[in-house]
């Protein structure tokens, strides 16, 4: 029997037990077909986003539970990372962020901030033990912090290259190496990159961030397939976002219009973001960003 046919026999039934003059204008061939069409249609719907919501879990039977997540973003004092943390924040989430600044802002109850310099290991690894002690272990780590100079290539200093890697690339390392490990034993995680379209272009005045953000995508690639075919943890999802070039991730750029349609962008792409690590708002599609989720 098709799926049409047991429709058709459904509504069928339903119909015999309706008054007669209701019931003989729904006979009508034309609209007890076009009834069935239209919940068929929707049957298929709610099945197609259930099967989509597996896939998107690994089929790991695991569902997002606020009461048992813990979110980690670096650089979430300003720019996207402040609007990540304000997404999942709404929706219950208990949030750590990890920066350099002190907020300015009064955080929500949900939400803690340590201080904390991502680039030192050493450093990194002290909070993380004391983020472990508190709150347990993340779930979810979102690498958001970043820097940009716009300085010619033989301008710019030395020092802020290699500060431009060690935040944007290098510190991927070190917080994927305290945290991930926890997430692989449970096969239960999720950790977001926050590349750039800078990844795929470089242009003129940003070379050091177009190839820190290439080498950022590069880690995302690897450490998917690491976790797929080394550690067999399909349970771990792995997101890449690609920000506008123009999307502030840190104070360090202050060209950014400080404007409802800026902020508006950043909203924006921190709900996609928030889709992708915690299923957030499940409508939500992403701007300007390409992302990719294994």
Known sequence: ?????????????????????????????????????????????????????????????????????????????????????????????????????????????????????????????????????????????????????????????????RQTFEVNTMAHYWTVKEFLPAMIERNHGHVVTLASMASFLSVGNMASYACSKASALAFHEAIGQELKFWYNADGVKTSGNSEPCNQPTDPVREEWPNNSTGQALVAEFAAGISYLAAGVDKGQQLAGCEEARR
Request: glycine share 6%; charged share 15%.
């Open 1 to 161: 029997m098709s799926p049409t046919t047991a429709v058709q026999r459904g509504l069928d039934v339903i119909v015999r037990s309706l008054p007669e003059n209701i019931r003989e204008t729904l006979l009508l061939p034309l609209l007890a077909k076009s009834l069935a069409a239209l919940l068929g249609y929707i049957t298929l719907r709610q099945v197609n986003r259930t099967l989509n919501a597996w896939s998107l879990n690994s089929l790991v039977s695991r569902p997002w539970q606020n009461d048992r997540e813990l979110v980690l973003v670096t650089g979430g004092c300003s720019g996207i990372g402040k609007a990540v943390m304000e997404e999942l924040s709404q929706h219950g989430a208990k949030v750590i962020i990890l920066d350099i600044q002190q907020p300015s802002f009064e955080l929500p109850p949900n939400v803690f901030f340590y201080e904390t310099d991502i680039t030192s290991t050493a450093a990194l690894h002290e909070t993380a033990d004391e983020i472990r002690a508190i709150h347990g272990h993340p779930t979810v780590l979102v690498n958001n912090a970043g820097v940009l100079h716009f300085t010619p290539i033989l301008d710019q200093a030395e020092v802020t290259v």
